[in-house]
């Protein structure tokens, strides 16, 4: 695999990883799992998955997603990224559930206008969409 940033998103438990692991002959070793109490990105890693969990620290703490990423774009260039696509559905009543959707959802369209590749997954299966 060469220097290009692939964006693949889809709904929880679809099979994000599992498609990225496989598709790109990667190992959990590549893989970095946000979470959401951390604002860390391990940019040594090939895979960033959860990036739904980083938007989710972020807001926490006030500080805004998109443009940690737009600071880092040079260093994500290479990279696969995974997210959950929370932006389907209701619209939570929670304040910071909304701000969390609505972050999400710009980081979302920042990456699927800077990637090189565009994946949606759905019941496992891959949809390049770019």
Same mark, same amino acid.
């Given at each position: 695999?060469?220097?290009?940033?692939?964006?693949?998103?889809?709904?929880?438990?679809?099979?994000?990883?599992?498609y990225?692991?496989? =598709?790109?002959?990667?190992?959990e070793k590549?893989?970095?799992?946000?979470?959401?109490?951390?604002?860390?990105? =391990?940019? /040594?890693?090939?895979v960033?998955d959860?990036? /739904?969990?980083?938007?989710?620290?972020?807001?926490?703490?006030?500080? =805004?997603?998109?443009?940690?990423?737009?600071? =880092? !774009? /040079?260093?994500?260039?290479?990279?696969i990224?995974?997210?959950? /696509? !929370?932006?389907?559905?209701?619209?939570?009543?929670?304040?910071?559930?909304?701000?969390?959707?609505?972050?999400?959802?710009?980081?979302?369209?920042?990456?699927?206008?800077?990637a090189?590749?565009?994946?949606?997954?759905?019941?496992g !299966?891959g949809?390049?969409?770019?």
């Amino acid at each position: 695999m060469g220097k290009e940033m692939i964006f693949i998103f889809g709904g929880a438990y679809q099979g994000k990883l599992d498609y990225a692991l496989k =598709n790109y002959d990667l190992t959990e070793k590549d893989v970095h799992h946000c979470d959401m109490e951390s604002m860390v990105l =391990n940019f /040594d890693r090939k895979v960033i998955d959860n990036l /739904d969990r980083f938007v989710l620290a972020c807001i926490k703490e006030d500080v =805004n997603a998109k443009e940690c990423l737009e600071d =880092n !774009i /040079d260093k994500l260039r290479d990279k696969i990224i995974i997210c959950d /696509d !929370i932006s389907q559905g209701v619209v939570p009543m929670d304040k910071t559930e909304r701000a969390w959707r609505e972050a999400t959802s710009r980081c979302m369209t920042y990456l699927g206008q800077e990637a090189d590749e565009v994946i949606r997954i759905f019941c496992g !299966i891959g949809s390049k969409i770019k």
